[in-house]
């Protein structure tokens, strides 16, 4: 990985976070939850929920598991409703200013998602993102379960940053990239624009704050 020393290397989460896609998942999410009969979810209700590993976000709705059968067509669903609506989403206010600065500025940046990767890297490339960062990693398989495995790769592939994983910041919108973030001994910020209500986000214990500007800022302030 090219480095500097300079600033922060920021880990961005993409969904929710970069890309401004939760009205797209409340319709894809009430879409699987027709298929097997749930009542829709509203926004405000999904934010107080949500939680990785998925199928724990849906016990909670549900008060039980849902069976394999009801997991694969809830899955299926919301996949098929969700990447139609993908394309359409557009990213958050001021995400492509942010990454064109900071790259310009030499500090680094990569990309880690749940999203499964032959989706992503096409839609971070249409969105003209893609040269911003140094990496980008989707799920490969099949497992639902959070980042936190998936950081220990990511930033094992980034040469250079395993060293100085003090100057390493996860900006996120979920709980679980503060899990992965701890669980590498990195920093997180939190963004209330995606997946969860302020309240959820704070039992993280980092701090949370309301645009990608000012968790930009924040970052840049763990490491100066």
Same mark, same amino acid.
């Given at each position: ?6 600033g922060a290397h920021i880990v961005w989460d993409w ?11 409340? %319709? ?6 027709? %298929?097997?009969?749930?009542?829709? =979810?509203?926004? #405000? ?8 590993? =998925? ?7 549900m008060g039980r598991l849902p069976s394999d059968t ?6 299926? !669903? ?5 990447? +139609?609506? +993908? ?13 064109? $600065? ?28 893609? %040269? ?24 094992? +592939?980034?040469?250079?940053?395993? +060293?100085? !994983?003090?100057? !390493? @910041?996860? =900006?996120?919108? *979920? @709980?679980?990239? $503060?899990? $992965? ?6 920093? *997180? ?12 986000? #704070? ?9 990608? %500007?000012?968790?930009?800022? !924040?970052?840049?302030?763990? @490491?100066?």
């Amino acid at each position: 990985m090219r480095t500097t020393g300079r600033g922060a290397h920021i880990v961005w989460d993409w969904n929710g976070t970069l890309l401004h896609d939760i009205h797209a998942v409340i %319709e894809a999410t009430n879409a699987c939850f027709a %298929e097997i009969g749930l009542e829709p =979810i509203t926004l #405000e209700r999904y934010r107080e929920l949500y939680c990785v590993p =998925i199928p724990r976000f849906y016990e909670r709705l549900m008060g039980r598991l849902p069976s394999d059968t009801e997991w694969r067509l809830m899955d299926a !669903v919301f996949h098929k409703h969700y990447w +139609a609506r +993908a394309e359409g989403c557009g990213l958050a206010e001021g995400a492509a200013r942010l990454l064109a $600065a900071r790259r310009a500025e030499g500090r680094t940046q990569s990309l880690l998602s749940l999203a499964p990767h032959e989706h992503l890297v096409p839609l971070v490339r249409r969105y003209g993102i893609e %040269e911003h960062f140094v990496r980008i990693d989707g799920r490969t398989d099949d497992s639902h379960a959070g980042k936190a495995e998936r950081m220990v790769r990511h930033l094992a +592939a980034l040469e250079g940053v395993t +060293a100085a !994983v003090e100057r !390493v @910041v996860v =900006i996120g919108d *979920a @709980v679980d990239d $503060a899990v $992965a973030a701890a669980h590498v001994g990195a920093r *997180a910020v939190l963004y209330t624009g995606g997946s969860h209500s302020r309240a959820s986000l #704070e039992t993280a214990g980092v701090p949370v704050v309301d645009s990608l %500007e000012e968790a930009v800022v !924040v970052a840049e302030q763990f @490491v100066a």
